[in-house]
């Protein structure tokens, strides 16, 4: 399959090339689709760190098409991964769901750069929805000993069907995706309070995200270095 621009870019912007092999698949509640991926070298060569995400490379039609999705459980021992596909009409649903053990697909690390701030935040507040679990699950398991307060927006309950990582002083709140995404904003904003050792993590749809993020950093005061913000996708 020959890479379009993208994938030019990314190359002339130093993304590092990998193929993966699936080793494993597993149905959850049928929502989403579960694949076990060797890394072919991905981890030895990059490393990890919380919500590292990679970008895959599908063939549509003929195509390139790229998608991004973060690692979960990245095993640098074994080289190994997991990462998790949210059922939906797409060209990514359908390859993650005809997948079968020795498939290979391509994919690209470039752009996927965090680490908790130092000193480590006396809590976090994190933002996210079904697209972002996996990097928010990340980030609890990587401060597993800081509080964390977790807002995580749900078109439908089966989006509910992967659970946070949740420990006894995290609290994670679901919240039913309305009026295009202003109810989770409005609740967001009503309950984040202005905490100068915290961090603020907000990865949700775009323009929600803007919106979260407008009002930490306007109406809450919060510095740069305190908060991280991603439009993990973007309403039609």
Known sequence: MKRNWEGLVLKAMGGRDFRLTVRGTESVDGHYQRLLLD?????????????MWIRLWFDDGGRAHQRAYTLVDPDPEHGRFTLEFALHDGVAARWATTAEVGDTIDATVQGSAFQL???????????????????????????????????????HEGEKALAPRARAHHQVTWVPRRD?????????????????????????????????????????????????ALGYWRAV
């Open 39 to 51: 890394d072919g070298g991905l981890l030895a060569a990059c490393g990890i760190h919380p919500t």
């Open 117 to 155: 701030p130092e000193p480590t935040p006396e809590h976090l507040y994190l933002v996210g929805d079904a697209a972002s679990l996996p990097a928010v699950n990340s980030l609890l398991d990587a401060g597993a000993d800081i509080p964390a307060t977790v807002w995580l927006e749900y078109a």
């Open 180 to 228: 295009d995404g202003r109810h989770l904003v409005d609740t967001v904003c009503a309950a984040l309070p202005a905490a100068g050792t915290a961090h603020y993590w907000v990865a949700c749809e775009a323009a929600s995200t803007r919106s979260i993020t407008r009002h930490v950093r306007r109406t809450l005061g919060v510095g740069k270095h305190q908060l991280t």
